[in-house]
């Protein structure tokens, strides 16, 4: 049984779903998790039920905002201090900001941003995307413990089983060193919404939205179905979309439960963005649009009659 | 000012990936090959900063094959001075590569004031290099950064995090800025700069001159293989208006029972 440490990244004191679905994959291994500062009574209750037997709550001044640094430090210092194996972390902007310097900072492997992994007896290997998942690898890790895994938000899925877990918190006091790259200031989003690598539901625009006004009939649906809207690498070329919302390989690898394709033809870059969705719907006037081969449900149809009847239909059973 | 890019060398994003048959990696025979589209950015801002800073050099630095040196070149092409390659065949770990750069930047001697990358490749979509060579350097570093401002010593630096939200970081002295789209628009290379870029300094080293070898390894990679393929879906005809409307009817229908997605 290997010794795994999970950073439980938080939002507003909420753990992050993530941090579950690898509690739930990590089952049948002795798991602690770490966070940095408070957690709410139900992120408290979710980590036991999903099988932690302790949560470290690290806590120190310079720690009330992310910083690369800082939050390496803290979390280096409290490492050297257990014997872990292993430590996850989801594949969020802070864990891949983060572990990367954190594993350096103890001469360790990090294998990031992975979409499957497991073990074998003590031995671990994971599924990592390559070419934004245009092909997948098996990548194992050597030399220094702990190994450094960060595992893709929606990937795994959540947990199907508890396997419930002591949850002892434990306040801890943090080193966070020397600082010098720290948040003056945090400029919110255009949208409020779930960000597109953790989303459920993906509404995307392609070329055939015409304009950046047009998205309005994207966002009404979006919020209908709860979903984060996107767009291709054509609409956001064309300024109808900001690179935030940019799906693909030089955007953002999405893999939601539902996607729903507007006007996207399919280009080779954004089918590896979007494939591994679980179900994908397209709409495209074109029949032979490559992106039909990769849809659960494929419309020929003009997005402009389609998407707001889909709304519709949706506002019906929803 | 010493300002110094890391760039990479991959297959255009319009590749069709094939595994090798043994599944140690792709087939690179027939591929073609860009300056990571993320490194072009990095290349741009140096430029933009020497421009405003007299005085300052740019300098390339890449690990790779020497087979095809067009990250390189186009990056002198766009106006860098001098270009340090780290020259092997093996596929190199983050860990590895962020190694061979440290050692690579600094037999050029000078020493670096801003260290400016893509914030990740597109082939192996680490995202880690940059953040491993601050750590091995004792170097601060901002990642994802869509905004940088200098202001004296003083350089402020907008880092895209989730939904589209902005951390603006300040930093003073030394730093590693890793590059998103949207920082700025990358220049094309002009004729006379191509011409420029052949009597450009493009120095070669070896992996043991920048002291890498294999007991730096951390991860190993085997069973390249492509993603299964999906079974085919569902097509459904809804050109005519008329029709459009059981269409989409039906399929939120079968979104609700058959795929249970709502």
């Known amino acids: 049984m290997a010794n795994v440490l999970v950073f439980g990244e938080t939002s507003n004191q909420s753990v992050k779903p993530v941090t579950y679905e690898i509690l739930g994959k990590l089952a049948g291994q002795n798991i602690e998790v770490v966070t940095i500062g408070d957690i709410d009574s139900d992120s408290q209750a979710n980590l036991a039920k999903y099988g932690a037997a302790k949560i470290h709550k690290l806590k120190g001044d310079a720690l009330d905002k992310y910083s690369p640094e800082g939050y390496a430090n803290a979390l280096a210092s409290f490492i050297k201090g257990g014997s872990y194996d292993f430590v996850f972390s989801g594949a969020t902007s802070t864990g891949k900001d983060l572990f990367p310097r954190l594993s350096a900072q103890l001469e360790a492997g990090c294998a990031s941003d992975l979409t499957n992994f497991i073990f074998e007896g003590d031995n671990f290997s994971g599924t990592k995307p390559f070419f934004a998942g245009k092909c997948l690898a098996k990548v194992e890790i050597q030399g220094p413990k702990p190994h450094f895994v960060t595992v893709r938000p929606n990937a795994l899925g959540m947990p199907a089983n508890e396997s419930a877990g002591a949850g002892e918190a434990i306040d801890v006091n943090a080193e966070t060193g020397n600082i010098r790259a720290a948040i003056k200031e945090i400029i919110k989003g255009a949208s409020e919404k779930v960000d597109l690598t953790e989303a459920n539901i993906i509404v995307s625009g392609g070329r055939a939205m015409k304009n950046a006004e047009n998205f309005k009939i994207l966002n009404e649906l979006a919020d209908t179905i709860g979903a984060t809207v996107g767009a291709s690498r054509a609409a956001v070329d064309s300024g109808y979309a900001p690179h935030s919302m940019q799906v693909g390989q030089t955007g953002k690898t999405v893999s939601p439960t539902l996607y729903i394709a507007c006007g996207i033809s399919g280009a080779i870059q954004h089918l590896a963005g979007m494939r591994t969705s679980k179900v994908i719907v397209a709409i495209n006037t074109d029949p032979d649009a490559p992106i039909f081969t990769k849809a659960d449900y494929g419309i020929v149809g003009d997005l402009f009659t389609i998407v707001p009847m889909l709304n519709e239909e949706f506002k019906k059973i929803l | ?262």
Do not use: H
């Open chain 2, 1 to 262: 000012m010493n300002i110094f890019v890391c760039v990479k060398q991959v297959p255009d994003t319009e590749t069709k990936i094939t595994p090798t048959g043994d599944g140690s990696f792709i087939e690179t025979s027939s591929i073609k090959w860009i300056m990571n589209p993320y490194d072009e950015f990095a290349v741009e801002q140096a430029l933009l900063i020497k421009a405003d800073n007299a005085e300052s050099t740019v300098t390339v630095v890449r690990v790779g094959s020497t087979q095809d040196t067009e990250a390189l070149r186009t990056a002198m092409a766009m106006g860098a001075d001098e270009a340090f390659l780290v020259e092997t065949t093996e596929n190199l770990d983050s860990y590895m590569t962020a190694k061979a750069l440290k050692g690579a930047i600094e037999k050029s001697g000078k020493t670096p004031d801003l260290i400016l990358s893509g914030k990740q490749a597109i082939d192996s979509d680490a995202l880690q290099v940059p953040q491993i060579l601050a750590q091995m350097l004792d170097l601060p570093s901002v990642s994802v950064v869509v905004g940088f401002e200098k202001d004296g010593d003083k350089i402020t630096l907008k880092r895209e995090v989730e939904g589209g939200a902005l951390e603006v970081y300040e930093v003073t002295g030394p730093t590693v800025v890793a590059c998103n789209k949207g920082l700025n628009t990358p220049r094309y290379a002009s004729l006379p700069g191509i011409m420029k870029a052949k009597k450009k300094p493009l120095t070669t080293l070896s992996l043991s001159d920048v002291g890498v070898s294999d007991g730096d390894r951390k991860l190993k990679f085997s069973n390249f293989q492509l993603p299964p393929e999906k079974p085919p879906g569902k097509k459904f005809d809804a050109m005519d208006e008329a029709a459009a409307a059981g269409v989409v009817s039906e399929v939120v229908g079968l979104l609700r029972t058959e795929a249970k997605v709502i």
